[in-house]
């Protein structure tokens, strides 16, 4: 059973496209984030969710829109699509909040054309 | 904000070798301190953490140690083998926000 599932794992669209990148946790844990990881493998936080509510969204353009229907769910939506979105997105779950290890998904490479 | 300082960026090491990477911090509350690996084309996993209430954490040929009054943790690894060679990050909490900020990350080379 996987920990944390990412999908879809690769995604390559064109500019102006709206995609979406679905995440589940079955760890049974509170918190829930999207960190984007660019070509330098930096990993910088977009938002993080805990218990369905948004506690952290940073600079983030409002293109972007994450979703949590339930706490073991955490959707990232993407509107009109750049060529600098293009990068690894990576889900993560902690079992609450900062000061716990995280576990991510395998992440998804996102490939604006 | 937290501030993470990881170092050195890159670091090459002969097969037997140790290896030492450290991060600085600046949020004198943080309390908690993980290490991850992350290897070509995978995820990070978490390969060791240390809280603030002890200054060192070993797990057969990996340690952590923690200098909470310098604000700096260090990740070491002994007798250092081909397989671990990968990205390593460091993190510290931003208890208040409820993230963890990211170091930016070292490349280890080993070297057979």
């Known amino acids: 059973d996987t920990a944390v599932s990412q999908t879809p794992k690769y995604l390559v669209t064109q500019m102006g496209n709206d995609k979406s990148i679905k995440c589940e946790q079955n760890?049974?844990?509170?918190?829930m984030y999207w960190y984007k990881q660019d070509s330098k493998k930096f990993l910088k936080i977009m938002f993080s969710?805990?218990?369905?509510?948004?506690?952290i969204n940073e600079t983030v353009p409002n293109r972007f829109s994450p979703k949590s229907p339930d706490k073991a769910h955490l959707n990232l939506h993407i509107n009109s699509l750049e060529l600098g979105d293009s990068a690894v997105y990576f889900c993560a779950s902690s079992r609450q909040g900062a000061v716990d290890g995280y576990t991510f998904g395998s992440g998804t490479r996102l490939t604006v054309v | 904000g937290e501030n993470v300082e990881q170092h050195p960026s890159t670091l090459s090491v002969q097969e037997g070798d140790s290896a030492v990477i450290k991060c600085t911090y600046s949020d004198s509350a943080s309390n908690y301190f993980p290490w991850y690996k992350q290897e070509l084309g995978k995820r990070p996993q978490l390969i060791i953490d240390i809280r603030s209430n002890v200054g060192e954490k070993k797990d057969q040929r990996i340690a952590v140690t923690l200098n909470k009054t310098a604000k700096h943790f260090s990740l070491h690894i002994t007798e250092t083998q081909p397989e671990d060679s990968a990205v390593y990050f460091c993190?510290?909490?931003?208890?208040?926000?409820?993230?963890?900020?990211f170091g930016d990350g070292t490349t280890l080379t080993v070297k057979p």
């Open positions: 760890l049974g844990h509170d918190t």
């Open positions: 969710y805990n218990n369905k509510e948004l506690i």
């Open positions: 993190a510290a909490p931003e208890n208040k926000a409820g993230k963890s900020t």
